[in-house]
T-cell receptor, first 114, second 112 residues
């Protein structure tokens, strides 16, 4: 069965500092992998996705993520955080066949301090 | 439309009341998903449509939950005899080719 673990419930970083949000998944094969961001009262916005190929994927807003098969991880990174990045971040996995409904982690809340 | 639209944005229901939540997907999107997001949790899959066919309803938590998409466009999620544990944000998403889902802003349901 698919599962997603985001071990950090809450992370606080200073504006301008680098960021890494962790995500580990469990799946029988290589899944589709996603990172979504959710601001308060808003829906989910896709930051980036990985299906195959280059294991380092670039997304919107300066985010990137690296797929590491050996570690079953798909960590999200940003070299310099902006105050507007404060939000909830969700990692998700989807099956590469069928409906591709998503299995989400419990999320990591990011606080950015000046 | 420009995005996935959900209505109402907020709904307060008395316990035992029936509610209906509406989702207008992006025009032309074949796939439509409903998710439930409890407070402090990630979204959890409820059900999936491909056009008007409901192909997966394995995530619906009880037979009080019912979803339909009769013409393959707008979808309605209905909850009968609401309970307090139904309080959550209900998210709708649509997809053209099942590789990227676009989410609406959700409906926050509070059962009192």
């Amino acid at each position: 069965a698919q599962s997603v673990t985001q071990p950090d419930i809450h992370i606080t970083v200073s504006e301008g500092a680098s960021l890494e949000l962790r995500c580990n998944y469990s799946y029988g094969a290589t899944p589709y992998l996603f990172w979504y961001v959710q601001s308060p009262g808003q829906g989910l916005q896709l930051l980036l996705k990985y299906f195959s190929g280059d294991t380092l994927v670039q997304g919107i807003k300066g985010f990137e993520a690296e797929f590491k098969r050996s570690q079953s991880s798909f960590n999200l990174r940003k070299p310099s955080v902006h105050w507007s990045d404060a939000a909830e971040y969700f990692c998700a996995v989807g099956a590469p066949t069928g409906a591709n409904n998503l299995f989400f982690g419990t999320g990591t809340r990011l606080t950015v301090i000046p | 439309g420009a995005g996935v639209s959900q209505s109402p944005r907020y709904k307060v229901a008395k316990r035992g009341q029936d509610v209906a939540l509406r989702c207008d997907p992006i025009s032309g999107h074949v796939s439509l998903f409903w998710y439930q997001q409890a407070l402090g949790q990630g979204p959890e899959f409820l059900t999936y449509f491909q056009n008007e066919a409901q192909l997966d309803k394995s995530g619906l938590p009880s037979d009080r939950f019912f979803a339909e998409r009769p013409e393959g466009s707008v979808s309605t999620l209905k909850i009968q005899r609401t309970q307090q544990e139904d309080s959550a944000v209900y998210l709708c998403a649509s997809s053209l080719d099942s590789t990227e889902a676009f989410f609406g802003q959700g409906t926050r349901l509070t059962v009192v």
